[in-house]
């Protein structure tokens, strides 16, 4: 293809948003509008030190709007009922009950408390993590919260639980971000390229312009978008108290694992090469705050809790040693 026709889908994108935005078209946005609780949130974080801050993220893409986000977080919640069925039927779905599967879920827990951070939309998300038998490295979360690892990742790479907070806030990141909502609309608006414009123009209808995509498990993201994931992945675990250069000796594991013959799925849409690894080091410094922080009120905590639990009964013997001297 030339470089005068692999312009044109670019060219078209920016022609086709203009002209939506000039013909007074507001882009889909199907989920609730954000609470007063959000709004807070929102000025919290306005209001944090250089400290809190953490990693800083553009504006999510304006081409996502193209596709409803209601839709997609239907058609993904099929899709993983489906993977968890066939799963089943396979005896492969680990239970969970299962050390790993419990590992996971733990992870979970204490990284989704901050994900409303990087996306104020997903109060209504209802998270689930499965966990699949296969020698697959692999992992995903889909819109809406749905998320899946696959035991090869686990007990291949021998990964420890920083390391797969690691992989599991890069895959929450991915979501979050809204990457397969803006990755499907720019594929397919390229695809359709001045069929869809003419649709657009004649038929005056811009809801629901782009329609179901197909299986979102095979859906691949840009690099652009996979930088992004790492980043917002490191600030995540490292906020749940999960350590952040973590991210290093992951990478470093996949790129050996590379060279073996594991099913590497994960590995070959998330190159694992020297770039990536520097550009995790770099933000270290912005994230390594994050994580001491997390850190030291995990060490505070069990104490406050113990503190607490003492204190009504120093409150009931109190009566008890009035009275006594009292009586004497």
Not at 122 to 151: H, Q, R
Not at 167 to 178: C, F, N, Q, S, T
Not at 225 to 247: C, I, K
Not at 299 to 328: G, M, Y
Request: charged share 30%.
């Amino acid at each position: 293809m030339s470089a005068r026709h692999a312009f044109l889908p670019q060219r078209f994108v920016l022609v086709l948003c203009a002209f939506l935005t000039l013909s007074g078209c507001s882009l889909l946005e199907t989920r609730p509008a954000a609470t007063d609780d959000t709004t807070q949130a929102d000025r919290s974080a306005r209001e944090e030190t250089e400290e809190d801050r953490g990693v800083e993220v553009g504006e999510m893409s304006a081409m996502r709007g193209l596709v409803s986000a209601r839709a997609l977080e239907n058609q993904a919640d099929a899709d993983y009922r489906a993977l968890l069925k066939k799963a089943r039927e396979k005896d492969t779905l680990v239970s969970v009950d299962d050390p790993r599967a419990r590992r996971l879920n733990t992870i979970a827990q204490r990284i989704i408390p901050f994900a409303q951070r990087f996306n104020p939309d997903i109060a209504e998300w209802k998270w689930e993590v499965n966990l699949i038998d296969s020698k697959e490295i692999n992992a995903f979360c889909m819109p809406g919260g749905k998320i899946a690892f696959y035991t090869g990742l686990i007990d291949t790479l021998k990964a420890t639980d920083d390391e797969l907070a690691i992989v599991m806030g890069h895959e929450m990141a991915h979501a979050l971000r809204e990457h397969a909502r803006a990755q499907i609309a720019k594929s397919k608006v390229t695809s359709l390229g001045a069929n869809l414009l003419g649709i657009l123009v004649s038929g005056g209808k811009y809801a629901n312009v782009i329609g179901a995509a197909g299986n979102l498990l095979t859906l691949k993201f840009s690099r652009d978008d996979e930088s992004e994931a790492d980043l917002v992945g490191l600030d995540l675990a490292a906020r749940a108290g999960y350590d952040p250069r973590a991210g290093v000796s992951l990478w470093q594991k996949m790129a050996e694992a590379s060279k073996s013959a594991f099913s590497l799925s994960w590995i070959s849409t998330h190159p694992a090469n020297a770039d990536r690894i520097r550009d995790i080091e770099a933000q270290l410094p912005k994230v390594m705050p994050l994580y001491e922080k997390a850190q030291a009120r995990m060490r505070e905590e069990p104490a406050q809790a113990q503190r607490q639990s003492s204190e009504p009964r120093r409150k009931r013997a109190a009566p008890v040693s009035r009275k006594s001297a009292t009586a004497r």
